[in-house]
């Protein structure tokens, strides 16, 4: 099956939340997630915390990237997005794109809203895209992320060791991977 483009008016449903294309009236949320030591600590590859002028230019060259596909995570109903989550570097060549998600406000981390979130787009990237793989990088240390990935069907695949330093020292990066004959959509 031959990769569609992705549609931009398009909003997820899922039991609890709702993806929703992202509004840029939600820029200064996101730079306070991405300027987060605590979320970046978790989540980022680059050497600090985001200033709100990178994540305000993130997600301008995410609105015209014909290779990422973004979306802000909602509570069903809500107004004000808990997180983002993207399918990042898509290959139509390939079949396949990266993951990438955070839940900013840690009232709402734990509660099963950002594995929602992760299993609607698998089926939005499977389903409706006609990707083959998804595959993503968390570090070692994120072990409530690494549980949640594997509930998914996320697989290990292999390891970039000692790539990222933190204040206790080196970690690994896990590889991991879902595919699409591997997926069990949930009911």
């Given at each position: ?166 204040s206790t020292g080196f970690h690994d990066a896990i590889l991991m991977s879902v595919l ?8």
């Amino acid at each position: 099956m031959a990769v569609r483009l992705h549609d931009n008016s398009r909003k997820l449903e899922g039991e609890r939340i709702e993806l929703r294309r992202h509004v840029r009236e939600n820029y200064p949320l996101y730079a306070q997630w991405y300027g987060s030591p605590e979320i970046w600590h978790l989540t980022s590859w680059a050497p600090s915390p985001l200033s709100r002028s990178a994540v305000e230019r993130l997600f301008e060259d995410r609105e015209l990237s014909r290779t990422d596909d973004s979306f802000a995570i909602h509570i069903r109903g809500d107004d004000e997005p808990i997180g983002v989550i993207s399918l990042m570097n898509m290959s139509e060549a390939n079949e396949s794109a990266e993951l990438s998600v955070i839940v900013g406000p840690r009232d709402d981390r734990h509660r099963g809203y950002g594995t929602e979130a992760i299993d609607r787009l698998l089926r939005y990237a499977f389903e409706d895209l006609g990707l083959n793989r998804i595959g993503l990088s968390v570090f070692d240390f994120n072990e409530q992320a690494i549980s949640a990935y594997d509930k998914l069907g996320f697989v290990e695949e292999g390891r970039f060791r000692q790539a990222i330093m933190r204040s206790t020292g080196f970690h690994d990066a896990i590889l991991m991977s879902v595919l699409k004959s591997e997926w069990e959509p949930s009911s």
